[in-house]
């Protein structure tokens, strides 16, 4: 899957508990984005990079911050987590940001309870 | 109202048919216009893409826009049960992309 690693896969945490997603790539590519997909919703941009260091909001934010220290890994953190924030999380990447170009990786399903 | 329309389905047909999967959007500007097939517990995998109104085909896949309409399509010929899905339409503009739902495909052997 273009060398795109999520981790992890699944995780299951309680309401008010702060959790951190990585998403990893060996492309090494410049942007990559973190989407969250819910039923009815379609897929919707909670952050993106365009560099190292360099990270922007998406339309979905609220709740939600991110790091990218290495070009290789783009961290998702939930400060505080909620139960409006159970879904599927995907990480992609794009070498040159043309969303034509952009790989996702596998997802991780959370769950807070 | 969304901006990008898709009927989430599920849509059943047997295998062999054609299979039509529609979205219709609001904004005019919208500059390209993507389908995109996810398999259960995966990520989606970019099927093909068009900036302009007609059809582009590849191979069993037909993407068709209809700017004037509002409306895009993705037609599947000679559908396989390898075929089933959920397909997810997004289309772009400036910076931004906005899916669709997603449409949940189901082709019966």
């Known amino acids: 899957d273009a060398g795109i690693t999520q981790s992890p896969r699944h995780k299951v945490t309680e309401t008010g508990t702060p959790v951190t997603l990585r998403c990893h790539q060996t492309e090494n590519h410049r942007y990559m984005y973190w989407y969250r997909q819910d039923p009815g919703h379609g897929l919707r941009l909670i952050h993106y990079?365009?560099?190292?260091?360099?990270?922007d909001k998406g339309e979905v934010s609220d709740g939600y911050s991110v790091s990218r220290s290495k070009t290789e890994d783009f961290l998702l953190t939930l400060e505080s987590a909620t139960s409006s924030q159970t879904s599927v999380y995907f990480c992609?990447?794009?070498?040159?940001?043309?969303?034509?170009?952009?790989?996702f990786g596998q997802g991780t399903r959370l769950t807070v309870v | 109202q969304k901006e990008v329309e898709q009927d989430p389905g599920p849509l059943s047909v047997p295998e062999g048919a054609i299979v039509s999967l529609n979205c219709t959007y609001s904004n005019s500007a919208f500059q390209y216009f993507m389908w995109y097939r996810q398999y259960s517990r995966k990520g989606p995998e970019l099927l093909m893409y068009?900036?302009s109104s007609g059809n582009k085909e590849d191979g069993r896949f037909t993407a068709q826009v209809d700017k004037s309409s509002k409306y895009i399509s993705l037609f599947i010929r000679d559908s396989q049960p390898s075929d089933s899905a959920t397909y997810l339409c997004a289309m772009s503009v400036d910076y931004q992309l906005i899916w669709g739902a997603g449409t949940k495909l189901i082709i019966k052997p």
């Open positions: 990079s365009y560099g190292v260091k360099d990270t």
């Open positions: 068009t900036y």
């Open positions: 992609a990447i794009s070498e040159s940001g043309i969303f034509t170009e952009a790989f």
